[in-house]
Structure formats: structure tokens, C-alpha cells
């Protein structure tokens, strides 16, 4: 059991880790623009949206149920 606690803390920290690196890259795309090449942060971002977007309530259940899983925690 204590396997999988190590294990559950190690992906939570990650999650954490990921989820301040996406909000930097946001703010560094607002300030500087694509600043990665051809990859864009937030155009990605409202892709994913549209996507839940255009699945009605089955993408709006799926975006809930992801939300959730992140928050967890909190």
C-alpha cells in the first residue's frame, strides 16, 4: 500500500508541476507571442474546448469529469 501512495503523490506532484508550466506558457504567449514556434498554448487550448464544445453534453460530462479528477485534491 505504501507502493501506491508513493506512486499516487508522485503523479499528483507531477499534475502540479504541468498544470504551473501551462499557466507560465499562457502568460508567456500573451506577452511575447509564439514564442515556442509554431506551437501556440492557447490555440491549443480553445481547440480542446471546441472539441468538448462540439460533443454537446457527452464533451461537457467529459470536460466535468476531467475538472473533477484535477481538483481532487483541493
Known amino acids: 500500500m505504501q507502493f501506491l501512495n508513493k506512486i499516487t503523490d ?17 502568460f508567456a504567449e500573451l506577452l511575447f507571442g509564439k514564442f515556442l514556434g509554431d506551437f501556440s498554448v492557447i490555440g491549443n ?3 480542446i474546448v ?7 453534453f ?8 476531467i475538472i473533477g479528477f484535477l481538483n481532487k485534491d483541493k
Open 58 to 65: 457527452v464533451g461537457l460530462l467529459a470536460m466535468l469529469l
Open 50 to 56: 471546441s472539441k468538448f464544445g462540439d460533443n454537446g
Open 10 to 26: 508522485f503523479l499528483s506532484g507531477t499534475v502540479k508541476i504541468m498544470g504551473g508550466l501551462l499557466g507560465l506558457s499562457i
Open 45 to 47: 487550448i480553445i481547440d
